[in-house]
């Protein structure tokens, strides 16, 4: 009987959240309420933070900081606070989390060469939260990972169950040691409204195909962390050399407004 009402929990709300919109139309199956999100970001970047070294290296932090800030200061809602931080790690990847958090590695910063690179990779991960990626995420794999147990979820007061799995969910593979890559619709659409931001935040978007050409280059024999959860496909580079000239005139705007350089102090 128990297991019956959690399968219809799980089908009326299935049936109302099947009707979620992402912001270029593209149907969502949301299961989690943003606030549900934000607790598990938060929680998500805790963990993160207390299990990874964290850099003190003020010239890098201030570098990163003043790229993240400026992207999330394009952003319509002015009311989220972000938090930026810098981890010591080779590995090159960056992510952000729903409640207004980013992490960055160090290793990153060899790959993404300028402010104008790391504006790119930054863009796309807000986008990622901004479209609620990580809900569909984090909903698929409830639905499909961990059967009919929404009922039984326990965010926050319990402990969160299956955390692992939900880590993984937002992108968070490479420390919990498994991967839920986003979808390439996913992708695509992070890479649309990424170079829109970073471009409205006056950063030079046609460094778009080359911080993704030197992504596909970089790392090795298994590629860099980033690509394992951000799925590329051949098609990318010619989308985005197309999207970088249609925000072309968001970026000449906002130069010609003035906007700060962000540069890595000697
Ligand atoms: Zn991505």
Redesign the pocket.
Known sequence: MKKLLSALALLSLLGGCATHQSPTGRGQTLLFSPAEMNQLGAASFEEMKKQQKISKDSKVNAYVGCVANRVTAALPDKSQRWEVVVFDSPQVNAFALPGGHIGVYTGLLKVAENQDQLAVVLG??V??VLAQ?SNEQVSRAQMTGTGLQLANVALGAGGIANRDLYMAAL?LGALVGYILP?GRE??SE??VM?LELMARAGFDPRAGTVLWQNMAKAGGAQGPE?LS???SHNTRIRDLARLEQQVMPLYEAARASGVKTCQMTK
Do not use: I, N, V
């Open positions: 796309h991960e986008a990622h990626h992108g986003f996913q992708e992070a890479d990424g980033l959860t951000h799925p």
